[in-house]
């Protein structure tokens, strides 16, 4: 049964700071892995997707890294700014078997960027 | 183009009640997805659908839950009767087809359920 988790459960960083968020998962037969960003009382944005067969991937100030027969990926958020306060999740996408296709969520990381 | 859409956005009833929330995925996206996100926790598959057929419906609890999508667009989840532990936000997804499980996936807003 595939497992993510997430570190940390919360961050609070002050403006302009580069951080990095960690996710884990238990079983590398994914077919990807894909970053969300959830923002209070709403659904979830996508960020990031990033295919087994890639390393990472970039969006702006975004650079995600997938190593996936370590089962690890990190976020990396550069130059960070009041508005990327929200709760990151991550989820991968299992290859095979009855969990085809099915996306795994971590519990999130909650991020607080203060002024 | 137009979004994942759900409603209602809020419901709050009371225990043994039933509600049933809504979604309209993105035109064209032949794959649902109904996920249930506890507070402080990431979201549970409850059901996935291809087209108008249901592909993992493993983790919904069946003797008060149930989803159909009938003709392959909208789809409705029903709870009932509902349970305090049923307080949660229903997050409807889809996915592009022809990406299989490589897609990306879209979120709508979520319709949160409280239960009192």
């Known amino acids: 049964k595939q497992e993510v988790t997430q570190i940390p459960a919360a961050l609070s960083v002050p403006e302009g700071e580069n951080l990095v968020l960690n996710c884990s998962f238990t079983?590398?037969?994914?077919?990807?892995l894909q970053w969300f960003r959830q923002d209070p009382g709403k659904g979830l944005t996508s960020l990031l997707l990033?295919?087994?067969?890639?390393r990472e991937q970039t969006s702006g100030r975004l650079n995600a890294s997938l190593d996936k027969s370590s089962g690890r990926s990190t976020l990396y958020i550069a130059a960070s700014q009041p508005g990327d306060s929200a709760t990151y999740l991550c989820a991968v996408s299992n290859a095979g078997g009855t969990s085809y296709g099915k996306l795994t969520f971590g519990q999130g990381t909650i991020l607080t960027v203060h002024p | 183009e137009a979004g994942v859409a759900q409603s209602p956005r809020y419901k709050i009833i009371e225990k043994r009640q039933s509600v049933a929330f809504w979604c309209n995925p993105i035109?064209?996206?032949?794959?649902l997805y109904w996920y249930q996100q506890i507070l402080g926790q990431g979201p549970k598959l409850l059901i996935q659908?291809?087209?108008?057929?249901?592909?993992?419906d493993s983790q919904l609890p069946k003797d008060r839950f149930s989803a159909e999508r009938l003709k392959g667009v909208d789809s409705t989840l029903k709870i009932q009767p509902a349970k305090l532990e049923d307080s949660a936000v229903y997050l409807c997804a889809s996915r592009r087809p022809g990406q299989g499980a490589v897609g990306e996936l879209f979120f709508g807003e979520g319709s949160r359920l409280t239960v009192l």
């Open positions: 659908f291809q087209n108008n057929g249901v592909v993992d």
């Open positions: 079983d590398s037969a994914i077919y990807n």
């Open positions: 990033i295919q087994s067969s890639q």
């Open positions: 035109s064209g996206h032949a794959t």
